[in-house]
Nanobody, 118 residues
């Protein structure tokens, strides 16, 4: 099992910045990738940014150039630096880790609210 605990959400004005953190614990040694997803009210959960075990990253088009995903392996922590925030970035942000074997196993954090005021 993998446990994920997010922190860093909050209320920020448009144009501001926030950094989310996700502390991972448990059986983390076979994680293939991690990422940040978000879900706004009435919308489906969507991938915001992902990073593979090899360090490759990808971003949703809507956040490219504004958000940066990174990780600190010594601290077993995943980060999402969010800049130039917009009201449409308002959502619950979830940390995800996945393992690939015969099937994909997904692990989720409890989520952290990000609210961007205009």
């Amino acid at each position: 099992q993998v446990q994920l605990v997010e922190s860093g959400g909050g209320l920020v004005q448009a144009g501001g910045s926030l950094r989310l953190a996700c502390a991972a614990s448990g059986n983390i040694f076979s994680i293939n990738g991690m990422g940040w997803y978000r879900q706004a009210p009435g919308k489906q959960r969507e991938l915001v940014a992902g990073i593979t075990s090899g360090g490759s990253t990808r971003y949703a088009d809507s956040v490219k150039g504004r958000f940066t995903i990174s990780r600190d392996d010594a601290k077993n922590t995943l980060y999402l630096q969010m800049s130039s925030l917009k009201p449409e970035d308002t959502a619950v942000y979830y940390c995800n880790a996945h393992k690939l074997s015969s099937v994909r196993l997904d692990y989720w954090g409890q989520g952290t609210q990000v609210t961007v005021s205009s």
